[in-house]
Nanobody
Framework: QVQLVESGGGLVQAGGSLRVSCAASGRTFSSDAMGWFRQAPGKQREFAAA???????YFADSVLGRFTISRDNAKNTVYLQMNSLRPEDTAVYYC?????????????????WGQGTQVTVSS
């Protein structure tokens, strides 16, 4: 099992940038793919971005070109850099860990989840 702790959320104006982090402990971090999902008020949780064990990255169409995802295996941390933020990006952002080789845009691929960090984008 992996313990995941997100940080870095906050309030930002539209057009601004924010970086959220997720620190992992437990299972060997480098053996997991990592994903970021988000859940806006009254909506279902949705995929935002993921990075495979080998560093391949995947993005939802809604964030493609604005968000980047990276990982630092030495620090057991995954990052989500969010640029050109929009009010519709307002959500709780969750990181998740997926062992093995699984479809990374699918919630059920992930075994472990963090508690989430709030990101609010004001217009």
């Amino acid at each position: 099992q992996v313990q995941l702790v997100e940080s870095g959320g906050g309030l930002v104006q539209a057009g601004g940038s924010l970086r959220v982090s997720c620190a992992a402990s437990g299972r060997t971090f480098s053996s997991d793919a990592m994903g970021w999902f988000r859940q806006a008020p009254g909506k279902q949780r949705e995929f935002a971005a993921a990075i495979s064990k080998s560093g391949y990255t995947y993005f939802a169409d809604s964030v493609l070109g604005r968000f980047t995802i990276s990982r630092d295996n030495a620090k057991n941390t995954v990052y989500l850099q969010m640029n050109s933020l929009r009010p519709e990006d307002t959500a709780v952002y969750y990181c998740a860990a997926a062992p093995g080789y699984r479809p990374l845009a699918v919630m059920t691929s992930y075994n472990d989840w963090g508690q989430g960090t709030q990101v609010t984008v004001s217009s």
